[in-house]
């Protein structure tokens, strides 16, 4: 029987890996390729490093997965010794957004919560009051991009507030600094414009915000970013702990990436959507010794249903998901 030697092993191990890595990357295209949408998507397995894309360098809204960078730079500041996760904040009135468990459940003034809680309601509800409570604690938008960075993550930038986006999407003006968006938009309650805002992905409203730059990144750069906080090299092992912790309670968008995993399967997420774009990050466990799956995917311009773009996340997720498992248990 003949051997070949190490190097040549190597670089046939290398030439089906690149194949079989480009068969998974035409499967998704060919998945993307039945909505009416633009889709791109981003893996790293942790622990071999394999990585694949499709659109991966094209630009998306981030929409409410850029509390991602949000969390890890509020958490920056703890490992440095600036806050503590059991430091309490006011939460003013003026704070208050829609999408919020805040705003829905805790009405009158007198609000106090730690860092800590803050953050677990932003991160796991998604709660648009207690993003923009955060980015007041770590001076704003601007800080968030300087950490990411200083981090040495490129393609992924934070520029505003839950409340300036939303307020700029709806074409609302800047109120006075005491006005919440809560009680800006009550003066158009009822106003059918402000469904059709956060709905339709056709609409002026939402071409115009797919145009603009800020709050804009990259698939590739969201999986560096997610790559570096699961490896421990962004941030202490405490932090990193509570972070992915927070994640793996994540309670919005569990039709995306989860959406045909088996029911068992760990998976630390964020997603993100404003009308027509419709978004879900995060890092999956796979199954016995096969390691953890870094996935990104984002889709942009989507018309029609957004279930069926739930469901075309959920497809590319499951897909990534049998490939790495495949991959990763043949060469145990």
């Known amino acids: 029987m003949a051997f070949l030697a190490p190097s040549a092993l190597d670089a046939e191990e290398r030439m089906l890996q690149s194949t079989n890595l480009e068969a998974l990357v035409a499967d998704i295209r060919h998945q993307a390729g039945k909505r009416d949408a633009h889709v791109g998507v981003s893996l790293i397995h942790l622990e071999s490093g394999e990585q694949a894309d499709f659109n991966g360098d ?91 960075r200083q981090a040495g993550i490129e393609g992924l930038r934070v520029d505003r507030s839950t409340a300036q986006l939303l307020r700029q999407f709806a074409g609302l003006p800047e109120p006075g600094d005491q006005i919440s968006f809560v009680d800006q938009a009550a003066a158009l309650d009822g106003d059918p414009r402000l469904q059709t805002y956060f709905t339709d992905g056709s609409g002026e409203a939402y071409r115009k915000f797919v145009k603009d730059p800020q709050d804009q990144g990259t698939p590739n750069a969201m999986s560096r970013l997610l790559a570096g906080l699961w490896r421990g090299q962004l941030l202490s092992p405490e932090s990193t702990r509570a972070l992915q912790e927070i994640m793996l309670r994540c309670e919005t968008g569990n039709a995306r990436l989860k959406g045909r995993l088996p029911d068992s399967t760990p998976v630390a997420h964020k997603s993100g959507t404003v009308a027509g774009t419709v978004n879900d990050v995060g890092v999956i466990t796979l199954p016995g010794e096969s390691g953890h799956l870094v996935i990104s995917v984002y889709v942009k311009n989507a018309v029609g249903e957004r279930d069926e773009y739930e469901r075309l996340i959920a497809d590319i997720s499951r897909t990534a998901y049998d490939y790495f498992v495949a991959e990763n248990s043949s060469q145990r």
């Open 58 to 148: 094209d630009l998306f809204p981030l929409a409410s997965t850029y509390k991602i960078p949000m969390a890890a730079a509020a958490l920056s500041y703890v490992d440095r010794g600036e806050l503590t996760l059991g430091q309490m904040f006011d939460i003013p009135d003026e704070a208050r957004v829609v999408s919020s468990v805040i705003t829905e459940n805790m009405p009158h003034p007198g609000i106090s919560l730690s860092l800590h809680n803050i953050m677990d309601l932003m991160m796991r509800e998604s709660d648009n009051t207690a993003t923009d409570v955060l980015l007041r604690i770590i001076n704003g938008p601007e800080g968030v991009t300087a950490w990411l």
